[in-house]
């Protein structure tokens, strides 16, 4: 972490923070139903450094983006849909404030104590947000002494309020994008090794870039879901009527012929679970081996036999990263194989036997469904910040943080 300056600094860089205005770039994306928030898992990321900061008497004003907006005020789509769930996490009260730039802010910032925290409006609803404008970035900046970047999971995108801000202010990363890029430092850019992927999911296409970066990086990759089929037709498997795309196979081959040469060994299941209809407990479900998919069956998971080897795999690994379930996990008994093998990595990762991180909106809510998520070493809910990433693109966000 050392190329990253991060709250540890303040004090060197810009001392006592009292009175100081802190813009804090945080994730208020919520989910929400009827107005309500439905799930705080993001706030509660972001607490630590919000607190910290209001502790040490700085005037902490938060930015954040909520929908699509498309650079127009949508009052279905103001960041005062979450003030409620903010305060409840927090603690403490919050002022809203209508825009994030001008006189109505700077009349706010006066208004603040030292130590109070304000909300401001979605920084989507200007357009100089995506655009990653200069002078939109220079607005909300004039009223900051400071900018801290706690939202990973909008580090991909280059815009004003993630990018721009960072280049005109002494900037930090929060405790939270702090905790991020220390647990994915750890799993892929300076990684103990033997080092181990699994990557699942249903389509290669979506995941081509990661597959090409980590058969570089990981010793060993471990594929599931429905990319499995398409590397198991490429190796002349007729895996029936599963959800397969027979126009990748040469880009498969040519993925699994790269591995070889960096010494990365793929794994591809050998046993499989296979059904003539896709519901809950079919009564044609069963388990068999690759060459023995009827033409009327899909293969909708990995079976137990593959599942044991790849458990022994992950027992001699030292870090693993994960990005996608190993089969239909939604829908049982689909979800076993990815169970089995999230509760021994998970247990690998108790016994401290194991560095484990995991991230993706399919890959947290499997680990959820098999009860793990907390014994893995680190949890990360971005998604697209995360696949990026995994793809080992520079994100924006990130670099801007750079010392």
Same mark, same amino acid.
């Given at each position: 972490?050392?190329?990253?300056?991060?709250?540890?600094?303040?004090?060197?860089?810009?001392?006592?923070?009292?009175?100081?205005?802190?813009?804090?770039?945080?994730?208020? /994306?919520?989910?929400?139903?009827?107005?309500?928030?439905?799930?705080?898992?993001?706030?509660?990321?972001?607490?630590?450094?919000?607190?910290?900061?209001?502790?040490?008497?700085?005037?902490?004003?938060?930015?954040?983006?909520? #929908?699509?907006?498309?650079?127009? !005020?949508?009052?279905?789509?103001?960041?005062?849909?979450? @003030?409620?769930?903010?305060?409840?996490?927090?603690?403490?009260?919050?002022?809203?404030?209508?825009?994030?730039?001008?006189?109505?802010?700077?009349?706010?910032?006066?208004?603040?104590?030292?130590?109070?925290?304000?909300?401001?409006?979605?920084?989507?609803?200007?357009? #100089?947000?995506?655009? /990653?404008?200069?002078?939109?970035?220079?607005?909300?900046?004039?009223?900051?002494?400071?900018?801290?970047?706690?939202?990973?999971?909008?580090?991909? !995108?280059?815009?004003?309020?993630?990018?721009?801000?960072?280049?005109?202010?002494?900037?930090?990363?929060?405790?939270?994008?702090?905790?991020?890029?220390?647990?994915?430092?750890?799993? @892929?850019?300076?990684?103990?090794?033997?080092?181990?992927?699994?990557?699942?999911?249903?389509?290669?296409?979506?995941? @081509?870039?990661?597959?090409? /970066?980590?058969?570089?990086?990981?010793?060993?990759?471990?594929?599931?879901?429905?990319? *499995?089929?398409?590397?198991?037709?490429?190796?002349?498997?007729?895996? #029936?009527?599963?959800?397969?795309?027979?126009?990748?196979?040469?880009?498969?081959?040519?993925?699994?012929?790269?591995?070889?040469?960096?010494?990365?060994?793929?794994?591809?299941?050998?046993?499989?679970?296979? *059904?003539?209809?896709?519901?809950?407990?079919?009564?044609?479900?069963?388990? &068999?081996?690759?060459?023995?998919?009827?033409?009327?069956?899909?293969?909708?998971?990995?079976?137990?036999?593959?599942?044991?080897?790849?458990?022994?795999?992950?027992?001699? &690994?030292?870090?693993?990263?994960?990005?996608?379930?190993?089969?239909?996990?939604?829908?049982?008994?689909?979800?076993?194989?990815?169970? *089995?093998?999230?509760?021994?990595?998970?247990?690998?990762?108790?016994?401290?036997?194991?560095?484990?991180?995991?991230?993706?909106?399919?890959?947290?809510?499997?680990?959820?469904? *098999?009860?793990?998520?907390?014994?893995?070493?680190?949890?990360?809910?971005?998604?697209?910040?995360? @696949?990026?990433?995994?793809?080992?693109?520079?994100?924006?966000?990130?670099?801007?943080?750079?010392?």
């Amino acid at each position: 972490m050392s190329n990253f300056r991060t709250l540890d600094d303040l004090g060197t860089v810009i001392g006592d923070v009292t009175g100081k205005v802190a813009l804090v770039r945080v994730d208020l /994306n919520l989910p929400m139903d009827g107005g309500s928030v439905t799930d705080t898992t993001r706030v509660q990321a972001s607490a630590p450094t919000i607190l910290e900061l209001a502790d040490a008497g700085a005037k902490v004003l938060l930015l954040a983006h909520f #929908g699509r907006p498309r650079g127009e !005020r949508n009052s279905t789509m103001s960041v005062s849909m979450t @003030l409620d769930a903010v305060e409840d996490v927090l603690g403490r009260e919050v002022m809203f404030i209508p825009e994030v730039q001008g006189p109505v802010v700077e009349q706010s910032i006066g208004i603040l104590r030292n130590g109070d925290i304000g909300l401001l409006e979605n920084t989507r609803f200007w357009p #100089g947000e995506e655009a /990653n404008d200069e002078e939109f970035a220079r607005g909300i900046a004039a009223n900051g002494d400071f900018y801290v970047n706690d939202a990973f999971s909008a580090a991909h !995108r280059a815009h004003a309020s993630t990018e721009g801000i960072a280049k005109l202010l002494p900037s930090f990363a929060g405790r939270a994008m702090e905790k991020e890029l220390t647990a994915l430092e750890a799993a @892929l850019d300076k990684p103990e090794p033997p080092v181990a992927a699994v990557v699942g999911g249903a389509k290669v296409s979506s995941k @081509l870039a990661v597959l090409e /970066n980590l058969v570089g990086k990981v010793q060993h990759l471990i594929i599931g879901g429905g990319m *499995a089929n398409t590397f198991l037709a490429a190796r002349g498997v007729d895996v #029936g009527k599963s959800l397969c795309e027979h126009d990748l196979t040469d880009t498969a081959n040519a993925i699994m012929d790269k591995a070889d040469h960096a010494g990365c060994t793929v794994h591809l299941p050998y046993d499989v679970v296979v *059904a003539k209809d896709f519901a809950a407990n079919p009564p044609s479900v069963r388990t &068999c081996n690759v060459h023995e998919v009827a033409a009327d069956e899909m293969i909708l998971d990995v079976g137990p036999q593959a599942v044991e080897a790849l458990g022994d795999v992950l027992k001699t &690994c030292k870090t693993l990263v994960w990005n996608g379930p190993m089969g239909a996990f939604e829908t049982e008994p689909f979800d076993e194989a990815t169970v *089995a093998l999230a509760k021994t990595a998970a247990a690998l990762s108790k016994a401290d036997s194991l560095i484990s991180v995991a991230g993706g909106g399919d890959t947290v809510a499997a680990l959820n469904h *098999a009860g793990v998520a907390g014994d893995f070493s680190y949890i990360s809910t971005a998604g697209g910040a995360f @696949l990026e990433w995994m793809e080992g693109r520079e994100l924006p966000g990130v670099a801007a943080l750079k010392a």
